[in-house]
């Protein structure tokens, strides 16, 4: 059995894409909101986790789509 790990750097772009996203998704939903109550915070970290998570499922297509053209 060969143990091949040629999808490692894959994973690890997505990764790194998804820290980056995230990043900018927090950003945007600071800039979005601007929190001066706790509501408006609490709004906030909603919109940063939703953001984030779009942000990741799109790094994880990018890397699918990348990947399946080899």
């Not at 950003?27 to 953001?51: A, H, K, T, Y």
């Amino acid at each position: 059995m060969s143990n091949s790990n040629n999808g490692e750097p894959m994973v690890i772009a997505m990764w790194i894409i998804t820290i980056i996203l995230t990043g900018v998704a927090g950003i945007l939903s600071w800039n979005w909101v601007e929190p001066d109550s706790f509501i408006r915070f609490i709004i906030f970290l909603v919109l940063w986790g939703i953001l984030s998570k779009v942000a990741h499922l799109l790094s994880m297509g990018l890397v699918a789509l990348l990947s399946s053209g080899k």
